[in-house]
């Protein structure tokens, strides 16, 4: 089983950056396909972002051109970088990870992290 822990959320204003972490206990077939889900409160998780085995990179479209997902090997951590928030990206950010790519469904992942909050004001 592998374990995810987020960090990095916090409140900045609107158009300011914030870098999430996520902390990997260990690589593993189960850490294939990493990726960045979110909810804001009243609402569906959503995907944000996600990142394969390789490399490859994929970005909802309310995000593409200011979020940029990456991984560290080495250092065992999934990052994601949002720059230009908007009030709109407020939410709990939760960290996800499986073998293959399952798409933007969250009931298809099956590993979490238990998520930070990111308040961008106005």
């Known amino acids: 089983q592998v374990q995810l822990v987020e960090s990095g959320g916090g409140s900045v204003p609107s158009g300011g950056s914030l870098r999430l972490s996520c902390g990997v206990s260990r690589w593993s077939p189960s850490t294939r396909c990493m990726a960045w889900f979110r909810q804001a409160s009243g609402k569906e998780r959503e995907g944000v972002a996600t990142i394969d085995s390789v490399g490859n990179t994929r970005y909802a479209d309310s995000v593409k051109g200011r979020f940029t997902i990456s991984k560290d090997n080495a250092k065992n951590t999934l990052w994601l970088q949002m720059d230009s928030l908007k009030p709109e990206d407020t939410a709990m950010y939760y960290c996800?990870?499986?073998?293959?790519?399952?798409?933007?469904?969250?009931?298809?992942?099956?590993?979490w992290g238990q998520g930070t909050q990111v308040t961008v004001s106005s």
């Open positions: 996800a990870a499986d073998q293959i790519y399952t798409g933007w469904v969250p009931r298809f992942w099956n590993n």
